[in-house]
């Protein structure tokens, strides 16, 4: 299906119920806007997983990056008038709300094992040079 | 062999032969019950080994044996008694490739017994001496019992099982089979010991030295079977006889191999060393394989493939040669050797030389007659000094023993040690004299093959073969009474405590559990040989003797029981395409041939018997004046040797076997141990060091260059993450740069 034909696509969903002007068309601009936003996220989540050593907080912060990823996908999406990009937010919520219920609770199991969260507490699992 | 010949004449292929043979109603009687000689013996064996797994602590392995053994010697008998004239015995069916129905197209080797006189003649002493020497090993391999005493008498049987399939096979590849079977068989009796250094190095010795004759016997069968199409003697005697073969380079070279594989057998020249290394087997093995058995099997092949022979006109020449040359060495180096066994294994070198002599010249009877009478003398000499080792915990040297004559139960052993000595030293009118004279006389005196040198030769070796037999028997059983006990390093006395007198005192000479070593001579009392060993030994003595039977009841025409009974072999007939071998050897049989010679002037007989008597009685008495009546003087002649430059060499080359040894070391042994230090040194550094290691090492590398990164912080792993990732992504910018852009 072409680029055209999605954006009629919209156009025909959106004016069901008669005509209407708030879907803008496609816009550079609109979209600089959405990927500075998504950039900044990850850029927070990003400093913020290399400098906190709470594991909570780590696991926070990439729930950041994982958001402004989905955020990219929204922008281009609608960049291109393709549902392809929100359809992969509805996947990367699911998949993050998942990964969040195990990372929780491994995050509790060592927790409970070293009565600590900071994730300097694991760093003998390295391998030394023989 | 009707049928064969028939078959051959009407020019069939074997497999049209064998199916026409079904046809033909074989007017033989059925004697396929002769394969018991075989069938009991295997029994035996696979009995031996069931009780050896039981771990039976009695001697039901020499019986089963014994009775295995026995029976087979009865067969033997009434087989014997059943003969009238060549057969072959099909028993089943066993190699049968073809690929072809013309001649040298198909490979045929069945099961099946030959059965003519040879046959008959070597099996009768082969299975009866065989039943002697198992008697004789019951009693005195009983320190054994509940340990090796059945894997002992397995191998026995595993013997005897071989040796009839080698000598009763109806094929060449069944007396390969047999051949490669007894090499086994020897290879276990020797490495009997298998704790002993020693005894494990003779066996390997024995094992490889024969495995190069062996090749040369598996060369020479294979040229048979492309030359003559067929592997069963009746067969090839039969293509022989009616000429319908190639005689290309080929076919002459089949009797050069089968000399080599007959000379690696039967201890030869050069292939002679490994024989007096065996003697580290138990001594019955020494009297029943390395005497009177085994090593008859070259001779019996040479006599068996006699027409083979012919092939060749230098063939029987460098048998004769051979032969001669290894009688006159292996008599030297016996002279002086110190270990009683050593000498007996010498002498028979030196004797089974003069068999080949004896096939070399043209006398298979001589040389049959030779291993008939030999096979009793030598093995009534092994067993006698394996009573005399056994009675005195194991000692062996000549130098340590004298005079048990005198030492109360050891006298049976002494007296048929005596007539084993007088027939090896080939006294007149004893049977070695009879076999070797016959075999001297057609080498001193035969216009068409004889060869007087080595015929003057074998005398001078007979006059040192008296001196060195009477040597150790004036040593060891003349003389004042005076011994050392052996170390006993074969636990023959672990047994005896319960069964003699002075048990105790018996067991405290054991080095290993005599809290006083230094009382050990005081404490040893000689242990006198019970009724199995004196009764085998009384028994082998009157064969001894008795084998001189058949030259005192020569037939009119000269035939004896010997000639009569090869006559019909593939030994003496079966060589028409060559009229004057024909002529020769069938005379030889008769005796015809040998009644008209002459030697020295008068009748070739009378002056052999002058010249033995002469050389007996020179041989026996430089050996009495220098062992038994001034002993000093024998240690006073080697000293002067010794002292003089011009002669030292003798007695050290003597006593050094002629360096033989050392000159196969310096030849194959090094050089391969040489190439085999080379070849791991390669396999060490340039196939496990460079290749296998050195594909090992590159991950261990690189997993050293890439390790510091795994510091165990999480922010660490992040880090190189995002940065990998900027990387990537500034290769991305970079090549869009590049590219001009937008």
Known sequence: MTSAGVHQLFVNIATVGGPSTWIAPPDPKTLAITLLVSVLLFAIGLVGFLTRRNMIMMFLCTELMLQAAALAFVGFGRMHMDVSGQVFVIFILTVAAAEAALALGLVVLLYRKRETLSSEAWSELREDVK | ???????????????????????????????????????????????????????????????????????????????????????????????????????????????????????????????????????????????????????????VSIFLLAMGCLVMGSNLFLLYLGWEGVGVASYLLIGYYYGKPTAVAAAKKAFIMNRVGDLGLLIGIYLTWRTFGALDYATIFETMKDGQYVLDSGAMLIPFFLMLGAFGKSAQIPLFTWLPDAMEGPTPVSALIHAATMVTAGVYLIARCYPLFFL??????????????????????????????????????????????????????????????????????????????????????????????????????????????????????????????????????????????????????????????????????????????????????????????????ASASHGAVDPQPTAHAGHFHPHPPRLAINGVLLILALGAILAALPSYLKAADGSTWVSSMIADSSAVNGVPSIPAAVGHATGQATGQAAAHHELLGMDAHTALLLISFAIAIVGIGSSAYFHLLNRKAADVLKQRLLASPLTSWLPKALENKWYVDELYDGIFRYPVRGLAWLLARVDALVLDGGIVNGVARMPIAMGRLFQPLYNGLLQGYAVTMAGGLGLILAWIVWVWMKRGGA
């Not at chain 2, 032969?17 to 033909?24: C, D, F, P, S, V």
């Not at chain 2, 080994?49 to 008998?77: D, E, H, M, S, Y």
């Open chain 2, 1 to 155: 062999m009707t049928i064969a010949s028939a078959m051959h004449a009407s020019g069939l292929t074997p497999a049209q032969l064998e199916m026409l043979a079904k046809t033909i109603p074989d007017p033989a009687p059925d004697l396929s019950w002769a394969g018991w000689i075989l069938g009991l013996p295997a029994i035996a064996a696979v009995l031996c080994l069931l009780l050896g797994f039981l771990r039976i602590r009695n001697k039901l392995p020499a019986i089963v044996t014994i009775v295995a053994l026995g029976g087979a010697f009865v067969t033997t008998l009434l087989l014997y008694q059943s003969y009238e004239g060549p057969v072959t015995i099909h028993l089943f069916e066993w190699i049968r490739l073809s690929w072809g129905t013309g001649p040298g197209q198909s490979l045929i080797a069945d099961i099946g017994l030959h059965v003519d006189g040879l046959t008959l003649f070597w099996m009768l002493f082969v299975t009866g001496l065989g039943t002697l020497i198992a008697i004789f090993a019951s009693e005195y391999m009983e320190s054994d019992v509940g340990g090796d005493y059945a894997r002992f008498f397995g191998a």
């Open chain 2, 312 to 505: 060749h006109p230098d063939a029987l020449n460098t048998v004769a040669w051979i032969g001669g040359t290894t009688a006159f060495v292996a008599a030297t180096i016996g002279m002086l050797q110190y270990d009683m066994k050593r000498v007996f294994a010498y002498s028979t070198v030196s004797q089974l030389g003069f068999m080949f002599l004896g096939l070399g010249v043209g006398t298979t009877y001589g040389a049959a007659y030779h291993v008939f009478t030999h096979a009793f003398f030598k093995a009534l000499l092994f067993l006698a000094s394996g009573a005399v080792m056994h009675g005195f915990a194991g000692q062996l040297d000549i130098r340590k023993i004298s005079g048990i004559r005198h030492i109360p139960g050891f006298k049976v052993i002494a007296w048929t040690m005596l007539v084993g000595c007088l027939c090896l030293a080939a006294v007149p009118f004893s049977s070695g004299f009879f076999s070797k004279d016959e075999i001297l006389l057609v080498a001193l005196t035969d216009h068409e093959y004889g060869v007087p040198f080595l015929g003057w030769l074998g005398l001078f070796t007979a006059a040192l073969t008296a001196y060195y037999t009477f040597r150790v028997w004036f040593r060891v059983c003349a003389g004042p009474v005076a011994y050392v006990p052996g170390d006993d390093d074969h636990g023959h006395d672990h047994a005896h405590a319960d069964d003699d007198g002075h048990g105790g005192l």
